[in-house]
């Protein structure tokens, strides 16, 4: 899973949620590679500086400004996409509702406010298919979709009912689109992060829970948003070409284990310090 620069020459890829975090990492590393990048975010100024930056350094990009849960909106930008690079390759879809009105109301299942669960569900689900529903017609053959899920869909927690349930559901999602694509070459894989150290995470989280999670995993790193370009460049690129369907766990080892273990073996080191 080595960078290989070129990989991407001459495709054309689109990342949704590409303003900031892991899909500003993954815009910038397709584009690094030679893809030509549809960087797009509901927030204009996102989208613009991560685009403006994969420019400065010598890559194609151009910023869309779209909410994915709104299919006109979705239409118009691939629309525009298209008009711009005249072919699809790769789309990662990959926002999600993670403000403080949405992912930060969606606490306790019995006081969860059924706003949040359906705006939730409009991103973070209609999203997906809305640009899969919008992408397909005008993709490559031998093109490729990759999802970004998370470990939540596929555990359950006292919280984040909406939106663990959200990325749940692709994981079945992949799977359809895996099997309507087959044919045409056109892969569709998720991808499933634990723990990815954005900046924003790292600040929501604060020193205790970011200790909590340290002692959730096996390894001593949590990923960074680059580790999850890595993944889906793979993903996207030709070496995965035997790979369809699937859910990729992304976590430094925290769904590989019981958790009792890890836990001892992090009380004992803090105990000695
Ligand atoms: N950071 C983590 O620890 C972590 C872990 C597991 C999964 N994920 C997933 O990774 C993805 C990216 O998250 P991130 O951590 O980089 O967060 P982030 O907040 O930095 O990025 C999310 C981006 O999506 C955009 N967005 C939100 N709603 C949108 C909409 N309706 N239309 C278009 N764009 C919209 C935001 O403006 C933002 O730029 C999400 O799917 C998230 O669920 C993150």
């Known amino acids: 899973m080595s960078a290989a620069p070129g990989r991407f020459d001459g495709r054309?890829?689109?990342?949704?949620?590409?303003?900031?975090?892991?899909?500003?990492?993954?815009?910038?590393?397709?584009?690094?590679?030679?893809?030509?990048?549809?960087v797009l975010d509901v927030h204009a100024a996102?989208?613009?500086?991560?685009?403006?930056?994969?420019?400065?350094?010598?890559?194609?990009?151009?910023?869309?400004?779209?909410?994915?849960?709104?299919e006109k909106q979705v239409a118009g930008a691939?629309?525009?996409?298209?008009?711009?690079?005249?072919?699809?390759?790769?789309?990662?879809?990959?926002?999600?509702?993670?403000?403080?009105?949405?992912y930060g109301r969606d606490q306790d299942l019995e006081d969860l406010d059924v706003a949040v669960w359906d705006r939730t569900m409009a991103v973070n689900l209609r999203g997906a298919l809305l640009m899969v529903k919008h992408t397909a017609?005008?993709?490559?053959?031998?093109?490729?979709?990759?999802?970004t899920s998370s470990v939540s869909?596929?555990?359950?927690?006292?919280?984040?009912?909406?939106?663990?349930?959200?990325?749940?559901a692709l994981t079945g999602f992949v799977r359809y689109v895996a099997t309507k694509y087959g044919?045409?070459?056109i892969r569709c894989n998720?991808?499933?992060?634990?723990?990815?150290?954005?900046?924003?995470?790292?600040?929501?989280?604060?020193?205790?829970?970011?200790?909590?999670?340290?002692?959730?995993?096996?390894?001593?790193w949590a990923c960074t948003p680059e580790d999850v370009a890595d993944l889906v460049a793979f993903l996207a690129s030709g070496e995965s070409r035997c790979i369809t369907g699937q859910t990729i766990v992304?976590?430094?080892?925290?769904?590989?284990?019981?958790?009792?273990?890890?836990l001892r073996q992090w009380r004992a080191a803090a105990e000695s310090l």
């Open 12 to 38: 054309v890829a689109l990342v949704t949620g590409a303003g900031s975090g892991i899909g500003a990492a993954c815009a910038a590393r397709l584009a690094a590679e030679g893809a030509c990048v549809g």
């Open 46 to 70: 996102g989208a613009k500086s991560v685009a403006t930056t994969i420019r400065a350094k010598g890559g194609t990009a151009t910023a869309l400004t779209c909410d994915v849960s709104d």
């Open 78 to 102: 691939v629309g525009d996409l298209i008009a711009s690079f005249g072919r699809l390759d790769v789309v990662h879809s990959n926002a999600a509702a993670l403000g403080p009105g949405t």
């Open 137 to 147: 017609p005008a993709m490559a053959d031998g093109g490729a979709f990759v999802l």
């Open 153 to 168: 869909g596929l555990l359950g927690d006292v919280a984040h009912v909406a939106y663990g349930t959200s990325k749940a």
């Open 183 to 185: 044919s045409r070459g």
């Open 190 to 220: 998720a991808v499933a992060p634990a723990l990815v150290l954005t900046d924003v995470a790292a600040q929501a989280l604060g020193r205790d829970r970011l200790a909590d999670k340290a002692a959730e995993r096996l390894l001593p």
């Open 250 to 262: 992304i976590d430094s080892g925290t769904l590989a284990h019981r958790p009792e273990h890890a």
